[in-house]
């Protein structure tokens, strides 16, 4: 009766842990169709930029863009005004976040710096999350997140079952069977105790078979430097470093950006 009553014990044991197994597969198996479909998908570089860390994020970009489409100039001060034709309201750089900073530019009455629109101009920081919430809403849904390990009640599942390979080992080892039932309950105890030290290395392998949790993330991750600020790199770069320092000015200078006058010495008409 020993070796039957082993088999009701191992053979549930077995399908629980190779249906795990399964599910770490189906799991895979989602991460690397959402992987598909996300090196298809064309990523608005505006959008992949806002994970950067500034100076190279989507708002930096959107400056160089109007740089590069002569709508604003910035000098040596860091300071962004606008040019003839970024005064005509007909004109336009071509995207909502370019142009969000091109409409915050034409608010003000004088040259500002990006540190400055970006901290204290709340219309444009609502245009800037508008476009991201709406782009991201039209992106496909992302994967499920991937079954991870439990911790320690992962490591304590294990040990349980070493624990039970062990007892039954040693019972199946200790007990000689009796009868055509018992010896096939004995063979089917073995084949799953085999079974059931293989699984761990199937399960070792799968553990990262899942991917990382967000396709996506990870490419917008791994993208690189926004076309526009890499173009006023290559074509201007004082311009570009006159950006870098325009997005650590967050205060506003006495002449609030116009140029300085001369005071007159103290007796210079004498």
């Known amino acids: ?5 082993l088999a009701c014990v191992a053979l549930p044991v077995t399908a629980l842990l190779y249906g795990l197994l399964g599910l770490r597969r189906r799991d895979g198996r989602r991460y690397r169709m959402a992987s598909e ?5 064309v990523v608005d570089p505006y959008y992949a930029a806002a994970a950067r860390w500034w100076p190279e994020d989507d708002t930096q970009a959107a400056a160089a863009r109007l740089l590069l489409a002569g709508l604003a100039t910035v000098n040596r001060r860091g300071n962004l005004s606008l040019t003839e034709d970024g005064t005509d309201p ?3 750089a071509g995207h909502p976040l370019p142009d969000a900073l091109l409409a915050a530019l034409r608010r003000r009455t004088a040259p500002a710096a990006i540190g400055r629109i970006v901290l204290r101009d709340t219309a444009f920081r609502t245009a800037r999350e508008g476009f ?12 499920p997140a991937p079954r991870r390990d439990l911790g320690c009640l992962g490591v304590f599942g294990v040990l349980l079952l070493v624990m039970e390979i062990s007892f039954t080992s040693a019972a199946l080892l200790d007990t000689a069977p009796r009868g055509p039932e018992q ?3 004995s063979a089917a105890t073995a084949l799953t105790l085999v079974a059931q030290i293989a699984w761990f290395g ?6 990262d078979a899942a991917g990382p949790r967000d396709p996506l993330a990870e490419r917008l991750a791994r993208a690189g430097l926004h076309p526009a600020l890499a173009e006023l790199a290559s074509q201007d770069p004082e311009s570009a470093d ?10 506003r200078s006495r002449n ?3 140029p300085r006058r001369r005071s007159t010495p103290t007796g210079a008409g004498a």
């Open 1 to 5: 009766m020993l070796p039957i009553a």
């Open 37 to 41: 479909r996300c090196a298809a998908l």
């Open 90 to 92: 007909a004109r336009t």
């Open 132 to 143: 991201h919430t709406a782009y991201r809403a039209g992106l496909p849904p992302s994967p």
């Open 183 to 185: 010896w096939a309950a």
């Open 202 to 207: 199937r399960y070792d392998g799968q553990r």
């Open 242 to 251: 006159r950006l870098r320092t325009s997005r650590l000015r967050t205060r």
């Open 256 to 258: 609030r950006g116009r």
